[in-house]
C-alpha cells in the first residue's frame, strides 16, 4: 500500500469530474479508511472497497470513525464530507477545489461585490426555479415573496399528488422527532440538497458564503445553489417517502432524493447553472482542464497594478514589468 508521502497528487485531469459523481453515499455504524486510491467501509459485514474520485458528497452517519488517511484521500480527490447525526444534524468540511483554479471564484466575487450584477443573479436564480416567471425589475423583497407562493403551491401540489395531509412548514430546531411523516422528508431532502450543491460548489473553486440570494451564512451560496432544485426535486422525493409510511421518513427521503438526483442528471446541471449564473467560460468543461481548453483556459499568473496577468514562475526582478 502506498502512503501519501509517497503518492504525487492528482492533476485535474486524472479526477473525474463532478458532474459524472454518484451524488451522495451514506455510511453509518463503520470505519472508513483508505487501500491505494479507494476507500474502505469496514463493518460487521466485513471491507467494501468505494471508488473515491467518483464521489461527490460522503454522508457520515452515526457511529463511523475515519482515518486521516482517508480525509486527505477525500481532500485530494474533491469530496465533500458531512457529518450527519440520527436526526439530520450536520457539519459539513469541503474538500480542494477539482479546477485548481480560482477563475470561477473570481467570477462569483465579481458579480456579488457588485449591488447591481448581486440583484441581476438573483433574479436570475428565480427565472431558473420558475420558468416563464417574469422577474424584471424585481427587488430582492419581491423575489422573496414570489419564492413564498411559489413554494406552498409546491406543497399544496405534491400533497395532492401523493394524498399526504399538509399544514404548514413546521421545523422543530433540536427536535427532529416532533415534525410530522412530510415535514420530516422535507428536513431530510434539505440536508442532502445542502450536501450536494456543497460538494459542487467546493468542487468548482466557488465561495460557499457569497450567496446572492441568501446572506451572512458561512453556506449562502450553498444555500442559494440548493434551492434551485427544491420544488423540481427535493420536495416531490419528500412527499413520496411520507406516502409510504410514517417510519423511516428520512431513509426513504434519501433513496428518493438519490433516485431523482441521477434521473435527473443534477450534478451536471448544477455545474452547468452554476457556470451560466456568473457568466463564466474561462476554462474546460466544468473546471476540468483539458488540452483542447484554448487560450482561454485558467492559467496561474502575476496581475500587476494595471490589470495586465504575467506569466508566473518566473523572476522579474531585472525585467519591466510592462
Known amino acids: ?34 487501500d491505494d486510491n479507494a476507500l474502505t467501509s469496514t463493518d ?4 467494501t472497497h468505494i471508488p473515491s474520485a467518483t464521489i461527490g458528497t460522503l454522508l457520515m452517519g452515526p457511529g463511523t470513525r475515519i482515518t486521516h488517511q482517508a480525509m486527505a484521500l477525500l481532500g485530494e480527490s474533491g469530496a465533500a464530507v458531512i457529518w ?4 439530520g444534524v450536520r457539519f459539513y468540511a469541503g474538500g480542494r477545489a ?13 458579480a456579488w461585490a457588485n449591488r447591481r450584477t448581486r440583484v441581476q443573479v438573483a433574479r436570475e436564480m428565480y427565472r431558473m426555479r420558475f420558468p416563464g416567471e417574469d422577474t424584471t425589475g424585481c ?12 413554494v406552498k403551491e409546491c406543497y399544496r401540489r405534491e400533497s395532492e399528488r401523493t394524498g399526504v395531509r399538509w399544514v404548514r412548514r413546521d421545523y422543530h430546531h433540536g427536535d427532529f422527532a416532533a415534525g410530522d411523516a412530510p415535514n ?9 440538497m445542502y450536501g450536494v450543491a456543497h460538494a459542487v460548489v467546493a468542487a468548482l473553486g466557488c465561495s460557499p458564503g ?22 423540481e426535486i427535493a420536495i416531490p422525493a419528500a412527499f413520496d417517502a411520507a406516502a409510504a409510511g410514517d417510519e423511516d421518513v428520512p431513509t ?26 456568473l457568466r463564466y467560460e474561462g476554462s474546460g468543461k466544468h473546471g476540468r482542464s483539458s488540452p483542447d481548453d484554448g487560450p482561454d483556459s485558467d492559467q496561474v499568473g502575476i496581475q500587476t497594478d494595471g490589470g495586465h496577468l504575467l506569466a508566473s514562475g518566473r523572476n522579474y526582478g531585472d525585467e519591466p514589468i510592462w
Open 98 to 110: 477539482l479546477t485548481r483554479s480560482s477563475g470561477l471564484l473570481e467570477a462569483q466575487a465579481t
Open 210 to 231: 457569497l450567496g446572492f440570494v441568501h446572506s451572512g451564512h458561512e453556506r449562502s451560496f450553498v444555500l442559494d445553489i440548493a434551492d434551485l432544485y427544491k420544488t
Open 252 to 277: 426513504r427521503t434519501r433513496r428518493a432524493l438519490r433516485d431523482r438526483i441521477n434521473k435527473a442528471g443534477l450534478l451536471e446541471r448544477c455545474a452547468n447553472d452554476i457556470r451560466t449564473l
Open 1 to 34: 500500500m502506498s502512503t501519501v508521502s509517497r503518492r504525487s497528487i492528482s492533476s485535474p485531469r486524472e479526477l473525474t469530474r463532478v458532474g459524472d459523481r454518484t451524488s451522495f453515499l451514506y455510511l453509518e455504524r463503520c470505519t472508513v479508511h483508505r
Open 84 to 87: 450527519v447525526g440520527e436526526h
Open 44 to 47: 460487521a459485514d466485513g471491507v
Open 184 to 192: 420530516q422528508g422535507v428536513t431530510a431532502a434539505a440536508q442532502c
Open 139 to 150: 427587488s430582492r423583497d419581491d423575489l422573496l415573496r414570489m419564492e413564498g407562493r411559489r
